[in-house]
């Protein structure tokens, strides 16, 4: 018999936000960490990162952010948020706790083996989120380098470019705000951002409102007025000329939105020095697309990650390669179907249903982090999941306590 009806893994925001909607539905429920930290990933990031999503949306249920952390909290700050808010909501997290395998058990439930054990549920929440599945790209050489080449996930402080020659690649959030921190220790007085296709820089408060802001104007509009003003808010840009970057094709998945002064400022006094994007390694620096060289030091895999599930789940799914492009400015709360690397959800019965195509009992929260943003984004997901779980605890009877 279950310890209980349904088992959360991983306590980072989706975790916390699932077993808080666990827990006003009434469904009986654990929720487990593999370490011994809330949050993990939230907690040793580099200190220097804020959110890219505005405090209108990005809190947790029932607690705003302070006023005085602004309007972009940084990582510390929203890790305390995190941990104050679990301990008001008295979430009964179990800590150092592993899972090596989860799989259905043939009888209507999930089998999930852990380092206590094993033990069977109804259904269970992977809430592992990506952040541990760091993806590298295959570049040839780079066996051959004889300096450093490490991931975003693994920089936390100026110090570890402190007079190196320093390449970043990848021109994400991660990779901008990295390479403006590193510009400002890395030898030379600047960092190489490597550019494949392009950027996309934006105003961080176009008009003195932040893009969120826009958003709750514009949900009070009715749809052709929202379209049309958050079209103009999305089509202002800077002209990329004055900063020495080039813009990248329409949907071409690689111009993510930069918005802030910071990475234009270093631009401008030439901490951040962009460059193409790397063909192939020697054993000093890297060739570059346009022909050039850069002899290096370190190098920054700023590369993005995908989802952690593979690491546990043992099943078949079926997943996506696709990435997301919005058919609409005003389509902001449903997520799609199959993001490019998780698998594809059962919509039949809901348009944006969190159970995996095939798998009753197996429900994702934390999958789409664009619109309002991932955080507001986890609490939606989390809601529809405790929905869906409970008609399913309703309709199915567990063969273990099947009398």
């Given at each position: 018999m279950p310890s209980a009806d349904v088992l959360v893994i991983g306590?980072?925001?989706?975790?916390?936000?699932?077993?808080?909607?666990?827990?006003?539905?009434?469904?009986?429920?654990?929720?487990?960490?593999?370490?011994?930290?809330?949050?993990?990933?939230?907690?040793?990031?580099?200190?220097?990162?804020?959110?890219n999503t505005s405090r209108f949306y990005s809190h947790l249920p029932g607690r705003k952010f302070p006023l005085h952390w602004g309007m972009f909290p940084t990582a510390p700050q929203y890790h305390r948020h995190l941990t104050q808010w679990v301990a008001e909501?008295?979430?009964?997290?179990?800590?150092?706790?592993?899972?090596?395998?989860?799989?259905a058990d043939g009888d209507g439930g999930w089998q999930v083996e852990t380092s206590q054990g094993s033990e069977r549920y109804r259904a269970v929440?992977?809430?592992?989120?990506?952040?541990?599945?760091?993806v590298l790209p295959e570049i040839e050489g780079m066996d051959c380098f004889q300096g450093q080449i490490i991931h975003s996930r693994d920089y936390r402080f100026p110090h570890q470019v402190e007079g190196k020659r320093v390449l970043v690649v990848g021109n994400g959030p991660s990779g901008t705000d990295i390479a403006v921190a590193a510009g400002q220790a890395a030898a030379d007085g600047c960092a190489y951002l490597s550019i494949r296709t392009g950027v996309d820089l934006r105003p961080r408060y176009p008009?003195?409102?932040?893009?969120?802001?826009?958003?709750?104007?514009?949900?009070?509009?009715?749809?052709q007025l929202c379209e049309s003003l958050m079209g103009h808010i999305s089509a202002l840009k800077y002209n990329l000329e004055d900063f020495g970057v080039w813009e990248a094709p329409a949907q071409s998945g690689s111009a993510v939105g930069y918005r802030g002064p910071e990475l234009l400022n270093a631009l401008r006094e030439g901490q951040v020095v962009p460059v193409r994007h790397p063909l192939r390694f020697d054993a000093a620096g890297v060739h570059l697309a346009d022909g050039g060289y850069l002899e290096l030091d370190l190098v920054i895999m700023a590369t993005g990650f995908l989802p952690v599930l593979h690491q546990y789940l043992d099943i078949e799914m079926q997943f996506s390669t696709a990435a997301y492009y919005p058919d609409s400015g005003c389509d902001w709360d449903i997520g799609?179907?199959?993001?490019?690397?998780?698998?594809?959800?059962?919509?039949?019965?809901?348009?944006?249903?969190?159970?995996?195509?095939?798998?009753?009992?197996?429900?994702?929260?934390?999958?789409?982090?664009?619109?309002?943003?991932?955080?507001y984004n986890m609490?939606?997901?989390a809601a529809i999941a405790a929905e869906q779980i409970t008609e399913q605890l309703s309709q199915r009877v567990f063969a273990a306590v099947a009398v």
């Open positions: 306590a980072g925001p989706a975790g916390i936000n699932a077993a808080y909607a666990l827990q006003q539905a009434g469904i009986e429920y654990r929720i487990i960490e593999r370490t011994h930290k809330l949050a993990p990933t939230w907690s040793s990031l580099y200190p220097s990162l804020r959110l909501q008295e979430l009964p997290i179990e800590y150092g706790i592993e899972v090596y395998r989860v799989a929440i992977p809430a592992t989120g990506v952040f541990d599945n760091p008009y003195g409102v932040n893009r969120h802001g826009w958003m709750l104007i514009s949900e009070r509009l009715p749809r799609p179907n199959g993001v490019r690397g998780w698998p594809l959800r059962d919509v039949s019965g809901h348009p944006n249903g969190r159970q995996v195509l095939g798998h009753p009992g197996l429900y994702l929260v934390g999958v789409f982090y664009k619109g309002r943003g991932a955080f609490e939606i997901e």
